[in-house]
């Protein structure tokens, strides 16, 4: 892998779309899961309610039916002819058969008003028993003792003249013919004495046919495949609707609540449960499907927000890329604009005109850049200038000891013929040469730059005679301290040349080294013709020029500069000047 493509992963860019698209693609499909099982919540809750409603409406169509079988064994149990018969309380034989007669017609009566009655069976315990059936009418004889021990008989009696339901089972009563015990709809009933209410005279036993419940149980739509069944108290199934789970236990854990909902895992599947309790018969109505079939609906929200989160991830890409695009344009303008300087173009500038960060940052760099500019033009200036003494150093320095013996000659030539003009000004130009040269450094001390200023003052003082006079006073504290050397003697010389030789009369010229805090001020005032107005605005503007503007400004140029490229640009050379007054020029820089 090239170090481009390298780059190119590693970026700022490449990170933030990663960024940007894994935190829009979570979020939208976290978003999507949640909405999506909220959604399937909803409608699980909404089914669930339109579920219960349609078992409680069920169940009311299925008490009125019990209420119709609870009315048809009512009128059984308050017929006088049954009561008569069942007692045996008759005049003669002719009046047992009249009585009959009036058996067989009521029952046949109530069996024909609808043709889901089968059987009816009054056994009584006193005289007679009656039977009618698909055969007709028929007296039999009272219930035997060993049928009186049955359970189911017991039962009967125990509820006290009250219905007892028994749902869809083999008849209670058995019969020799087979297609007499298919499963029947059963329900029982004390008979009671008229005259005597706490006596029993036998019990009721009617069968229906088991097919409108079943095709009722069967009706019962949850458009899910479901299935609808009836349980009694024990949990027992005593109807459904093809006799699949008859007499069976339902396999359902249902709370004591008369009505409600539930989700119950039933061979393997979930499935929602339904009830509903009779007020009549105690049972409960139970529906029961399989949970996917009722929530079909939120397959297809499934699906939408599968197709949504794809959607809106493939948006999420485009955004993240455009974002990352967007964040990486400045920040691709900032690396190129660093290379460039890097390779040397310290004149780039970035002109993008952002208000944010990236423009704070940008103009960081530019103010950067253009500072390095500065510093390596100072530099560069400052290693010309440090040249240029170096070389007037060389050219000065050339056969310096044949020099010095010279003046020395000199010097004392003038002491033997005693002209003391000569042998003073050849002295002070040995000492100051001496001084000057100073083995090429380019820092003396303060005390040194004022030795180095006496010995030029000494020579000047023989030429000028009574010209001027000079007051020169140092700060002790400061005669330690290490400065330039060439910067103090061009100023005494340019006071005497420019401002006192052309002075009618005799002058002044006062030089002071004086420190305030740890800065150093060196003022040469002199009171000669000064400078006119003209020619001292072209002189501060030859000096604050780093162009070298002619040879008779060179030195003020010069000192300037090497005061700014030494110490900095807050300090440097500030002259003062009146006209036929004088002139003030204060040296200013930091001692150090």
């Keep these: 892998m090239n170090l481009h493509a390298h ?215 949850f458009q899910a495949q479901g299935h609808t069944f009836i349980v009694d108290g024990n949990d027992t199934v005593v109807a459904d609707s093809n006799g699949s789970r008859l007499m069976r236990p339902s396999g359902l854990k249902l709370p004591i609540e008369d009505s409600g909902f539930l989700n119950e895992v039933v061979d393997g599947k979930e499935v929602m449960v339904v009830y509903d309790q009779s007020k009549i018969t105690n049972w409960k109505l139970v529906g029961m499907a399989p949970i996917q079939n009722l ?46 300087a890097r390779e040397g173009d310290f004149d780039v500038q970035i002109t993008n005109g952002r208000s944010d960060e990236f423009g704070m940052l940008f103009h960081s760099f530019n103010t950067m850049v253009t500072r390095i500019k500065d510093l390596i033009d100072e530099v560069y200036i400052q290693k010309l200038l440090k040249k240029e003494t170096q070389l007037k150093m060389m050219a000065s320095q050339i056969n310096a000891h044949f020099v010095y013996n010279t003046l020395d000659s000199i010097h004392w030539i003038s002491r033997i013929y005693k002209v003391d003009e000569i042998s003073t000004m050849i002295f002070g130009l040995s000492k100051y040469l001496r001084i000057s ?44 301290y290490r400065v330039l050397k060439f910067v103090f003697q061009p100023l005494v010389e340019n006071a005497i040349y420019h401002g006192l030789e052309n002075k009618r009369g005799s002058g002044r010229l006062d030089i002071r080294w004086r420190m305030e805090g740890q800065i150093l001020y060196f003022d040469v005032e002199d009171d000669g013709i000064g400078i006119e107005p003209d020619k001292m605005a072209e002189l501060t503007e030859v000096i604050a020029s780093e162009e070298a503007a002619g040879e008779h400004n060179f030195a003020l140029r010069n000192i300037n500069s090497q005061i700014k490229l030494t110490y900095g640009k807050d300090f440097g050379l500030f002259i003062e000047s009146t006209t036929n007054v004088g002139t003030k020029v204060t040296l200013v820089f930091p001692l150090r």
Aim: cysteine-free; aromatic content about 12%; overall charge negative.
């Design 7 to 221: 780059l190119k992963w590693r970026s700022i860019g490449y990170k933030l779309f990663i960024l940007f698209f894994a935190s829009m693609s979570v979020s939208i499909m976290l978003m999507g899961y949640l909405s999506y099982h909220k959604a399937n919540d909803i409608i699980s809750s909404k089914v669930s309610q339109v579920a219960l409603q349609t078992v409680q409406q069920a169940d009311r169509r299925l008490e009125l039916l019990m209420n119709e079988y609870d009315n048809r064994s009512l009128l059984i149990f308050a017929n006088k002819e049954i009561q008569k018969g069942i007692v045996g309380e008759y005049r003669e034989s002719y009046d047992q058969s009249y009585n009959n007669q009036q058996i067989a017609k009521f029952l046949s009566n109530l069996v024909n008003v609808k043709n889901d009655m089968l059987n009816i069976y009054i056994l009584g315990e006193r005289s007679a028993s009656y039977r009618f059936t698909n055969n007709g009418f028929a007296e039999i004889p009272m219930v035997s003792i060993e049928e009186q021990d049955q359970d189911w008989y017991k039962q009967i009696r125990a509820a006290n003249g009250q219905v007892v339901w028994y749902g869809i089972r083999s008849p209670l009563v058995k019969s020799n013919n087979d297609e007499d015990n298919k499963p029947v709809f059963v329900l029982g009933r004390s008979i009671k004495n008229f005259d005597n209410l706490d006596q029993s005279l036998g019990v009721l036993i009617m069968e229906f046919d088991p097919e409108p419940i079943q095709q009722f149980l069967s009706e019962v739509d």
């Design 295 to 340: 929530v079909n609906d939120s397959r297809e929200i499934g699906y939408y927000t599968v197709y949504l989160v794809i959607g809106f991830s493939v948006v999420a890409i485009a955004l993240a890329f455009l974002v990352a695009k967007q964040m990486h344009k400045p920040v691709r303008m900032l690396l190129w604009s660093m290379r460039m």
């Design 437 to 480: 040269l100073s083995e090429g450094n380019d820092f003396v001390t303060v005390k040194e730059s004022a030795d180095l200023l006496e010995s030029y003052l000494s020579i000047q003082k023989v030429r000028y005679q009574d010209k001027f006079t000079v007051s020169m006073s140092i700060d002790p504290a400061i005669l330690h």
